[in-house]
């Protein structure tokens, strides 16, 4: 018991018991006179805007209060008080929650995506995935349990994974590399289909290689190796993936790793092979060269052949030319002869014609002038080489001819 004055700060809370056990609350600020009374401050528990009160009461309720607020723990009411953070979620980040009825045993989940905050309520608690997970020191290698989380990631996201002594059909045993790109699409189903989808991958990834590397020689399998970047070569993983709400979009072969024995042979088959190769090369080389030598010169025969040709066509144009060209000329020539014949032809015409025009209107003067146009015309004409005369003698129709 205690006997005096005591002083209660702003924001502060105390209880305070009397003599007879009963308890009454104080709060600040404020001065008490303390008789026969026990005094006891009150912790003081607040939460920000991204935190929440857990409140156990000590009649076994829990209740969870959103910040920001401030609570007393009260000894006589609560058991405990304590804040927790608000879990943040991001965009690409979703929940599972279990939601307890109240009624009976079952319970009920729901999927809360983000971007959020998210308060957890009383009667709710979160699924928590235990999966393989990445090994810290061999990105190749999954451990079993090793990631455990609560906030189930829904973006696209790829692992790398080694499958260990895949045997060959001639027993030769190699270790394929991979890697996997894969993305969540049905969270339902893969809720209601499996525990640890990586598992799931893992084992699929494992038994395609099995069976594909099976049937095939060591020799085989490295040359026909980058098939694996098919899909169609994991029938399995693409079956399972489906059964449990994944899609595959790619599985990449990354290379192989085999015995490092049976890694030197193979090396030294492949030097071989190189230099073979190599040789086989070089004399596909040196044969292209002397083709393409044959090739030139009779590219450039030919070349020279046509030159010659079109310098034969050439001679023979001009000569054809110049033939054509004389003919032409000589054609012209006698054309324009021609044309000069007929000309002077037409002009002693139309001088004849002019002429006796002349001699007619001259002789038709004459005659006009009562001057005999015959004894004119005797007397211009000269003596003929023969005269021929014709006489009647006057009784019948009996002639004379008379030649001189």
Known sequence: MTVGWRTLDIGEQ???????????IEEGPKRIFLWRETYRELERVSANQNEYLVISY??????HRKGPCVEFINPVVHTNICKQEMISLDANEALIIYTASGKGPQATHRVEYG??????????????????????SNKTRMIPRNDVFTKLRIIPDQF????????????????????????LVDLQRMLDSTSDPMADFVNCLC????????GKTYLEFIEQAGELNDLQHFPRLLERSHDIGYKVSKVVFRGYHAHDKLQRMHDTAIAKRTDLKLTFEKEEREQALIDSQLHSEMNRMEQEQKMEMAALEHKQRLEREQVTHQLTMEKQKHQQSQLKE???HEAHLRAKKWADKQRL????????????????????SHRPA??????SDGKGANMHLHYS
């Open 14 to 24: 105390a209880l305070v018991y009397n003599h007879v056990g009963q308890a009454r």
């Open 58 to 63: 000590k009649d076994g309720r829990t209740e």
């Open 115 to 136: 971007p959020t905050l998210y308060m957890l309520k009383a009667n709710e608690w979160l699924h928590t995935f235990a999966w393989h997970g990445t090994d810290p």
């Open 160 to 183: 790398y994974y080694n499958v260990d002594e895949v045997r060959t059909a001639d027993d030769a045993l190699v270790r394929v590399k991979l890697m996997m790109f894969y993305e």
């Open 207 to 214: 038994a395609d290689v099995v069976a594909y590397a099976s």
């Open 342 to 344: 007929q000309q002077e």
């Open 361 to 380: 209107s001259h002789l038709t003067s004459l005659h006009s002038l009562g001057v005999k146009v015959t004894d004119v015309l005797l007397a211009e």
């Open 386 to 391: 023969e005269v021929v005369q014709v006489l």
